[in-house]
């Protein structure tokens, strides 16, 4: 699926080697009641199908009536990616009961590293709540993902680590794209706008 270039330039709020470095903010053209970026010409979100930490096989589609934020993590990363996981996870919390309706996948960027017990000790480590679905699977299976979403993943040779795109991605119940947030993204701006999208 191809994207406008406006979703390209407000996707590309990080690239980092190995995780680490800061975000660079991507300002909203005009004024926006969200604190999110607004995607320009949103378009529905590309569909995939993946296991996540139970095995149990979760698909984009399948999230069609509730709120879910996508994002691209792997478990070895030392800084970044757990505080994304924290601040995914807490949105969950703050959301109270209202977070039946909200979900979230997170893609693995790191295939190899990404084995099914290190996802499950992720998951366990960071107490995800059962909204948080941590999707891995085979290089073969994440590749056309990473593609769709225009996420790099680049492997540093020698170390665990992985350098790759980092963004979470707003997707509304009719599985719309509509907001992105850079790698600094809050829990209280996630709440704020999935409020804000309610009220539409």
């Known amino acids: 699926m191809r994207r406008p270039l406006t979703w390209l330039v407000?996707?590309?709020?990080?690239?980092?080697?190995?995780?680490?470095?800061?975000?660079?903010?991507?300002?909203?053209?005009?004024?926006s009641p969200?604190?999110?970026?607004?995607?320009?010409?949103?378009?529905?979100?590309?569909?995939?199908?993946?296991?996540?930490?139970?095995?149990?096989?979760?698909s984009m589609s399948s999230r069609r009536g509730r709120y879910t934020l996508v994002t691209f993590l792997y478990t070895n990363c030392p800084d970044i990616c757990p505080l994304i996981a924290e601040?995914?996870?807490?949105?969950?919390?703050?959301?109270?009961?209202?977070?039946?309706?909200?979900?979230?996948?997170a893609v693995s960027v790191d295939p190899k590293g990404d084995t099914a017990a290190a996802v499950r000790r992720f998951a366990a480590l960071h107490r995800l709540l059962p909204q948080f679905r941590y999707l891995r699977?085979?290089?073969?299976?994440?590749?056309p993902v990473w593609a769709a979403y225009h996420v790099a993943s680049d492997p540093q040779h020698?170390?665990?680590?992985?350098?790759?795109?980092?963004?979470v991605l707003l997707v509304d119940p009719k599985g719309v794209e509509r907001l992105i947030y850079d790698a600094q993204v809050k829990a209280a701006d996630i709440v704020h706008?999935?409020?804000?999208?309610?009220?539409k």
Request: glycine fraction near 10%; include cysteine.
């Open 10 to 31: 407000a996707a590309a709020v990080l690239w980092t080697a190995g995780c680490g470095g800061s975000a660079q903010k991507v300002a909203a053209p005009t004024p």
């Open 34 to 58: 969200y604190r999110g970026i607004t995607v320009a010409d949103p378009s529905a979100a590309p569909d995939f199908t993946l296991r996540d930490q139970s095995g149990a096989l979760v």
């Open 87 to 105: 601040q995914l996870n807490t949105a969950l919390r703050r959301l109270g009961p209202s977070r039946r309706d909200v979900s979230v996948l």
């Open 137 to 143: 699977g085979t290089a073969a299976q994440l590749r």
């Open 158 to 167: 020698g170390t665990t680590a992985v350098g790759h795109s980092a963004y």
């Open 193 to 199: 706008d999935i409020n804000a999208l309610k009220e």
